[in-house]
């Protein structure tokens, strides 16, 4: 079956702008995770939902960034007044069920460029 | 959040294995001790999680320490495609989401 789909792939914009990141979680997933990552580093957390409730949003490091997920399945990360530190590969994971034990399945990420 | 440390490289050899060592010292009982790898360009993939017995599966083995402080993952026989960051990470009890560190880069050479 079909892994995690991140959309776009790449996104490039200019400072100042509005961008929307897609993720499509594995079908039945009820788990779904944002992350971002820089160069060097390893991922930083930035929100999580279980259905359509955001369970932990402590990692969205100001307002201008906001995720929905309306359905439960597909989710958009949204961000306003993009800056350059922006800038990161964005990735996605999704997990069957919310456990201490259950695996996340990562997309493979939107590399995010702010010019 | 509990933390882990981690060598930030090592190296081996193809056709070898490959001990990675993990301290989590301030562990809890609730923790379990999951290992994520992420190979260039690509997002992290699961690699195996236990708690405390020691667990084997076709990607890799968890030793973990009869005091739970410390875990190593071994890979049995390193192959090029093995090259990668490896990520130790506490998760349960209180945690409901990974938090990452920095890993160990692993190269592997022919």
């Known amino acids: 079956g079909a892994g995690v789909s991140q959309t776009p792939s790449n996104k490039v914009t200019e400072k100042g702008k509005y961008v929307e990141l897609r993720c499509d979680p594995i079908s039945g997933h009820t788990a779904l995770y944002w992350y971002r990552q820089s160069l060097g580093q390893g991922p930083e957390f930035l929100i999580y939902?279980?259905?359509?409730?955001?369970?932990?949003d402590s990692g969205l490091p100001n307002d201008r960034f906001f995720a929905v997920r309306p359905e439960g399945s597909v989710s958009t990360l949204k961000i306003q007044r993009t800056e350059r530190g922006d800038s990161a590969v964005y990735l996605c994971?999704?997990?069957?069920?919310?456990?201490?034990?259950?695996?996340?399945?990562f997309g493979s990420g939107t590399q995010l460029s702010v010019l | 959040d509990a933390k882990t440390t981690q060598p930030n490289s090592m190296e081996s050899n193809e056709e070898e294995p490959v001990h990675l060592p993990c301290n989590h010292s301030t562990i809890s009982g609730t923790d379990y001790i999951h290992w994520y790898r992420q190979l260039p360009s690509q997002g992290p993939e699961y690699v195996i999680h236990?708690?405390?017995s020691n667990v084997n599966n076709r990607m890799a083995s968890l030793a973990i320490a009869e005091d739970r402080k410390s875990s190593t993952l071994i890979l049995h026989r390193a192959t090029l495609r093995d090259a990668a960051v490896y990520y130790c990470i506490l998760y349960g009890g209180a945690t409901n989401k990974l938090i990452f560190g920095t890993g160990t880069l692993l190269a592997v050479q022919p």
């Open positions: 939902f279980q259905g359509t409730g955001a369970a932990d």
């Open positions: 994971a999704s997990s069957a069920q919310e456990a201490p034990f259950e695996k996340l399945f």
């Open positions: 236990g708690l405390t």
